[in-house]
């Protein structure tokens, strides 16, 4: 009995320890070839600080981001609620799988005038990000997806004919109109007990994708 109200002081402490902590991003991606030596996804929340990159000798990441960022994705460890957009955890993942994995999902980076507008599709979920005329994004109003567009909705599957160009093929995913999809807010969860704000820094250049920027436990935002 005195273990179990330890354990669950202990993750009453650590969900209330999130709560008040910023998270610090600073990602790089090479979106037009593989490059993981060069490639990256460090962040930090409180005095937790990770530097992760793919590793391609276990064929995962260096530094386990995937599992580690969940103090960042969810509010809590029991429920799960999203506290970011689904689509900016994705991305920031980028750098930290194989290549033969993320290819599935198709990023793309194009400019929009002086935005930038960054694309993917994992397991049938498109997702949208666009950036003001600063390249920034707040992520409480730049993130969209819409779900649902392939046909099995698993990491290698074809468009469903609806959503691709006139006589194109259904069966490549860049046979997709855009202008077919409608997109939806992709934010935090309404339920969640926390959710993060803030602004996030997009360059481009070359083909080199970089997110940075500061997100702040919404209390704490200004």
């Not at 993917?120 to 567009?149: E, S, W």
Request: net charge positive.
């Amino acid at each position: 009995m005195k273990k179990l109200l330890f354990f669950g002081t202990f993750l009453i402490i650590i969900n209330s320890l999130a709560m008040t902590q910023e998270v610090a991003i600073d990602m790089r991606y090479n979106v037009l070839s593989s490059e993981p030596s060069k490639d990256y996804f460090n962040w930090s929340i409180g005095n937790k600080k990770i530097n992760d990159s793919y590793d391609a000798v276990t064929g995962a990441s260096i530094a386990r981001s995937t599992r580690e960022f969940d103090v960042v994705r969810y509010d809590s460890t029991t429920t799960k609620k999203y506290t970011i957009p689904v689509g900016v955890r994705h991305l920031l993942l980028f750098p930290v799988a194989s290549r033969q994995y993320t290819d599935n999902f198709h990023l793309t980076v194009h400019e929009e005038g002086q935005k930038l507008i960054i694309r993917f599709i994992v397991y049938g979920t498109v997702y949208q990000i666009k950036t003001d005329d600063k390249k920034q994004i707040d992520i409480k109003n730049a993130c969209f997806l819409a779900r649902n567009i392939t046909v099995s909705n698993t990491l290698s599957s074809q468009l469903k004919p609806q959503y691709a160009k006139t006589g194109a093929d259904s069966t490549r995913i860049d046979s997709i109109d855009w202008n077919k999809i409608t997109l939806v807010s992709d934010i935090a969860d309404t339920n969640a007990s926390r959710k993060y704000d803030g602004t996030l820094t997009i360059g481009y250049n070359n083909g080199i994708l970089t997110v940075k920027g500061t997100l702040l436990p919404l209390s704490m935002a200004p």
